[in-house]
Structures are given as structure tokens and as C-alpha cells.
């Protein structure tokens, strides 16, 4: 029997793959016969080239997060997998490769080496990378190829920040994760900080995951985990992503 209107077919736009999965995790640090709760359950996924910040106060969780999405510490219980790698089965090898391959860190502190220039601050990186960028290509991107000589104590704090954006981007990785980036910075210099971390996911398609306490920054993300007291409370999807230079900091 014919069907008037021929066949309807239908259609599921394939999801994809996150980068990274965190399943479930906890977190407990004991001191002594005290048990004190870092992260309590969390779920989270991280795709490619987006733009995700972790929203929280001091003391909720996010920075501890972050450390177990950098593989810089395990988990109490749950699982982290980048791709098809179980991170919380790796070994202390395997996740230095892991760090030094695949991630990028951004802290607030600097964490220049005082007595070497910009250019060979870049350079501790791109010398262990697998894939780097050139050095020199590094401080391009961030603006900063005419100070290679310098010294950091020679630069401001904004530069300093971005040698060492510079450095996280050099080693080539898939994900950069940056912790409070913009909190030992003036206003001014922070918001040139969150442009340039944007121009990084938006011109080159890294994958950007920010940890702040402020929440104007959420307004830059594709999606924003709000997590509080060890859990992830709320996760809000941007429709419409504004540009940092449009915010009011």
C-alpha cells in the first residue's frame, strides 16, 4: 500500500564526543581522624573547542576540580577519562605524559623562572613537548615576540601572564585549563587576559576551561558549571556568547 506524501524519515544530529568525562568523582582529604569532603559526585563532560567555566566561590570545589581534570591529583572514588584513557587508572608516568602532551595550565601566579627571559620561559616548555610551536611563534600569538629578551622582572603584570599563556599554549596542547587567570591582575589588564584566552578558542580552536570566582566571565562561555559546597549546582548552556571585550569590567 502507497503512502500518501511518500516516506517521512527522520533525523538525530549526531552528538559529540567530549574531550574529556569526569564520571562521579569525590574528592576526601583526611587530617588525621577528620574526613573534609572536597567534591561530592560530580559529573561533567568537556567538548572540543569549547569554551566552559567553572563558577564558585572560594572553597567550593573548583580549583580541586581542576586538579583532577589536570591530572595533578586522583580522585577519592569516580572516574576521569580523556578519550578512551581512564586518567584515575594511569599510572604517575602516564599522567606526566598526559600533562605534557595534552594540557596547558594558566595560574594566577605566574610562575615565571625569575632568571630566565620570556623567550626561554617559553622554552622549558617547547624543549619537553612532543608537537610544540616555536617559541617565538608562542609570544607571536600572545602579542609579545618584541619582548623575548625581557626579563620578567622587566614586564608588567598583564605581560607576565602572557608569557605565561604563552608557555601553556607552546607545548601545543588540546585543552588549556586556567585557574582564577585574571586574580592577580588590575581590571584593565584582566579583561585584555580573558580577549586573549577567547581569541585562543575562537581563531585557533582551543579547548578553554576557566575556574573564577567572578561570574562576568560566564557571559564569555558556551556553557558554565556553577559548583558550590563540592557539587556542581547548575549548568547553564550561552546561547549567545559575548565577546570580553564587550563586558563591563
Not at 564558585?56 to 569516580?78: F, Y
Not at 608569557?163 to 585543552?175: D, F, G, T, Y
Not at 564569555?220 to 558550590?228: L, Q, S, W
Amino acid at each position: 500500500m502507497a503512502i500518501e506524501g511518500g516516506e517521512r524519515k527522520t533525523h538525530m544530529e549526531a552528538q559529540p564526543q567530549p574531550l574529556l568525562t569526569v564520571r562521579s568523582i569525590s574528592k576526601i582529604y583526611r587530617m588525621g581522624e577528620v574526613e573534609v569532603p572536597a567534591l561530592r559526585e560530580v559529573d561533567l563532560e568537556i567538548f572540543e573547542s569549547e569554551f566552559l567555566v567553572i563558577l564558585g566561590p572560594s572553597g567550593s570545589g573548583k580549583s580541586t576540580l581542576l586538579n583532577m581534570i589536570g591530572g595533578m591529583d586522583r580522585p577519592s572514588s569516580g572516574q576521569v577519562l580523556f578519550g578512551e584513557q581512564d586518567l584515575t587508572r594511569a599510572s604517575d608516568r602516564q599522567l606526566t605524559l598526559f600533562r605534557r602532551h595534552q594540557i596547558g595550565f594558566v595560574f594566577q601566579f605566574f610562575n615565571l623562572v625569575p632568571s630566565l627571559t620570556a623567550l626561554e620561559n617559553v622554552q622549558v616548555a617547547t624543549d619537553i613537548a612532543r608537537d610544540p610551536l616555536p617559541a617565538r611563534e608562542a609570544l607571536r600569538i600572545v602579542g609579545l615576540e618584541d619582548r623575548a629578551s625581557h626579563f620578567p622582572s622587566q614586564l608588567s603584570g598583564g605581560q607576565q601572564q602572557r608569557v605565561a599563556i604563552a608557555r601553556a599554549l607552546s607545548a601545543n596542547p588540546r585543552l588549556l585549563l586556567c585557574d582564577e587567570p585574571t586574580g592577580n591582575l588590575d581590571t584593565a589588564t584582566g579583561a585584555q587576559v580573558m580577549e586573549l584566552l577567547e581569541r585562543l578558542n575562537q581563531d585557533r580552536g582551543k579547548t578553554v576551561v576557566v575556574i573564577t570566582h567572578n561570574a562576568l566571565v560566564s557571559r564569555m562561555a558556551n556553557r558554565t558549571a556553577e559548583i558550590r559546597d563540592g557539587r556542581i549546582v547548575r549548568l547553564d548552556i550561552q546561547q549567545h556568547r559575548e565577546s570580553a571585550r564587550s563586558l563591563p569590567w
